[in-house]
C-alpha cells in the first residue's frame, strides 16, 4: 500500500522514461502505467492494446485514458473491461457541464451508447445505474435502458428518471406489463393519476401493492374504487387499502366485506366514516368474533330444528339473491359490484338478464366470448356504470388485463351510444 502511495506521488515520468518502461515489456510496469492518470496520452492508448487483461481493465478505468482508447475498450472481448468502462462511463458522463457535452464529446456519447446496447445485463445495469438520476444525459439512451427486458437493467431508470414523461412510463407500461417493471413505475416519487391508474389497471399483484404503499402517488378515487373492486382475493392489498388516507363509506363498506377482523376493527377506528357505517362495522366485528361462542351453538341448534325456517338471504344462490334485489328495485351497480368481487357468476348473469330484457342464453353467449366491445354494450343495454362493464369485463367475461375496455374520463363509456346500440343489435 505504501509503495502504491508512493508511486502515485512521485514526479511523472516523461514520455521519453514511460516509453522506455514499456521496452522492458515487464507486465508489473505496464499495469502501474496504466493505473496513473499522469501516464501520458499516447501511452495509455497504445496500452488499450495490451495483451494482458488486467492492463487493459486498468487502462478502462483510467479517467485519463484517450476517449478514441475508450472507443476500443467498450468493444474488448474481456467482459471485466468493458465493466470497468462502463463503472467509469457512466459516473463521468452525468458530470459533464452543458458546454462540455456539447464540444467534443461525441466519442464519450459513442462509448456510453455502445455499453448500454451491451451483451451482458450486468454491463448494461451499472450504465442504468449511474444515469437513473441523470438529467442532463441523452434521452433516447435513457429509453433504451427504459425498455430493456431485463429488469436489473431497467427498474433504475423506470424509477428515478427525470427524462421519463408520463407518456413515456404510459407507453412502457403498455408495451410490457412485466412485474418488475411495474413496479419500479409504482415507486416513483409523485406518480401522475394517468400513470397511476395505467399501473392499477394492470391488476399486478405486486406492482399494485407497491403503487398503494408509495405515499406519493396520485391515485385518484376511481382508481381506488378500481382496486378495491379488485381486492378481494389479493390479501397483502388489504392492509395498505384499510390504511388509505381518504376513504368514501362506501369503500369502507367493501372493505368492510372481505378484509379480515382486525382490519375491519381498523376502519371502526377512522375517522371520516359517518356514525352509521361505524354502527355497521362494530356489529360486523362483534359477530365475527364471536364473544359469546355458548349462545352462538344454542342459536344454531335451534335453528336446525325449525321445520319451516325461512332461507336466510345470505344463503340464497345467486340467482335467487338477483331475482330478489330486481323485484325489491336493488339490482343496482353495488349490487352487481359485490357479486363479481365474490366471483358470484350466477349472479351476474341473472342481473343482466332481469336488466336488460335479454335471455340468459344470451347474455351467457355474450359473456363467453370475452369480447370488451360486446361486454362492455351488455352492461350500457343493463344500465350499468362503466366501472360494473370493467369489472364485468375482468371477473365474470375473464377478459385479459391489457385487453380491458377502459372508461374515458376514469367513469364514462368510451363508446358512443350509436356504437353501443350497434353491438347490442348484434346480441341474439
Known sequence: MLKGLLDRMAKPKTYEEQRGSLEKDETKERLRLARREDTRPEI???????????VRRAIASNRSTPRQ???????????????????KIGRLVPELSVDQREKAEELTLTVLRDLAADQLPRIRAIVSEHL??????????????????????????LEFSPLLSDQDLLEIIDASRESGALSAIARRRALGGDVADAVAQTLDPKAVGVLLANDSAQIREDTLDW????????????????SWPSLSDGAVRRLASFVATSLVETLCDRNDIDAGTAVELAKAVKKDIGHDKEDADTL???????????????????????????????????????????????????????????????????????NPRKVTALAWKGDFSMR?????????????PQDILNARNGIDFPLSEAEMKKEAGKFK
Open 44 to 54: 495509455l492508448y497504445y496500452l488499450a492494446e495490451d495483451n494482458m487483461p488486467e
Open 69 to 87: 482508447a475508450d472507443v476500443k475498450l467498450a468493444r474488448d472481448g474481456d467482459d471485466e473491461v468493458r465493466y470497468q468502462m462502463a463503472d
Open 132 to 157: 437513473k438520476s441523470a438529467d442532463n444525459v441523452p434521452k433516447d439512451i435513457v429509453l433504451q435502458l427504459a425498455q430493456d427486458l431485463e429488469i436489473i437493467v431497467a427498474a433504475p431508470v
Open 227 to 242: 382496486i378495491i373492486d379488485n381486492a378481494a382475493p389479493v390479501e397483502p392489498w388489504h392492509k395498505p387499502l384499510v
Open 300 to 370: 344454531e341448534a335451534d335453528s336446525d330444528m325449525a321445520p319451516e325456517a325461512e332461507v336466510p338471504a345470505e344463503e340464497r344462490s345467486g340467482k335467487e339473491w338477483a331475482a330478489a334485489l330486481f323485484k325489491d328495485g336493488g339490482l343496482d351497480d353495488e349490487a352487481l359490484q359485490d357479486a363479481m368481487a365474490n366471483g358470484d357468476r350466477a349472479f351476474a348473469i341473472e342481473a343482466l338478464t332481469l336488466k336488460s330484457g335479454l335471455s340468459a342464453e344470451v347474455v351467457t353467449r355474450v359473456i363467453n366470448t370475452a
Open 388 to 400: 360494473t362493464a370493467m369489472q364485468l369485463q375482468l371477473r365474470i367475461a375473464r377478459v385479459r
